[in-house]
């Protein structure tokens, strides 16, 4: 407990550059908000379930510094980055596809019977967070930025698990949100319009993890 009391000052602005980070929009979020709407609370449920999955992956990664050492790696970095862009390029075409048709009579959630299983969903999610080499080095930064190199097991414990148990929150509050009745009228007023938006920026997302260097 001394050690932590000794380095709260960088755990705190640890956690507040994790808060920023996981609130900023991004393909994660994208795609939770996406499915909430489309699929309904559990299938958002279980997007933002596999996105913190592969947060908790990366954490673990960083936390033993393996996530460290694979920076070293730019070949393995490289594919990872290859991956994950032509995935988000794929969620692109599928949402603009979806944009493209004039069917505007969209079913509820829960009357859907080409709804994707909830197993399946969650490995979407595990995959887009897995596949973006951001997530490495975002997690490699609050490990660095918030603990010195000496610092106790239960120190690296407590900033972990403080982050993750954040971006649980906020990812369960992404899909809560976008999964009411509300939110579902709104997607079925503009249906196009927001298909159209996320195609774009799923695009934008997948070219420019593609274009930027390891």
Request: aromatic share 10%; hydrophobic share 55%; charged share 10%.
């Amino acid at each position: 407990m001394n050690d932590i009391t000794q380095h709260l000052p960088q755990i705190v602005a640890a956690y507040l550059v994790y808060l920023v980070a996981v609130i900023s929009p991004g393909p994660a979020i994208m795609a939770i908000v996406s499915t909430s709407i489309c699929d309904g609370r559990r299938a958002g449920l279980a997007m933002a379930a596999g996105v913190f999955a592969g947060s908790f992956t990366w954490a673990m990664a960083a936390s033993i510094g393996l996530a460290a050492l694979l920076t070293q790696y730019a070949g393995f970095l490289q594919m990872v980055k290859i991956a994950g862009g032509l995935y988000l390029l794929y969620l692109a075409a599928k949402a603009l596809r979806s944009a493209s048709r004039k069917d505007d009579h969209i079913l509820p959630a829960t009357g859907n019977p080409e709804k994707r299983s909830l197993r399946r969903i969650f490995l979407l999610g595990y995959a887009i967070h897995l596949t973006n080499p951001k997530a490495i080095f975002a997690w490699v930064a609050i490990i660095s930025l918030g603990l010195p190199a000496n610092a106790s097991a239960q120190a690296v414990a407590f900033i972990v698990g403080g982050c993750l148990l954040t971006g649980m929150t906020v990812f369960t509050g992404y899909a809560i949100l976008f999964s009411t009745a509300r939110a579902f009228r709104v997607y079925r007023a503009a249906r196009r319009g927001i298909d159209a938006t996320l195609g774009v920026l799923f695009a934008a997302a997948g070219i420019k993890l593609l274009a930027t260097r390891i």
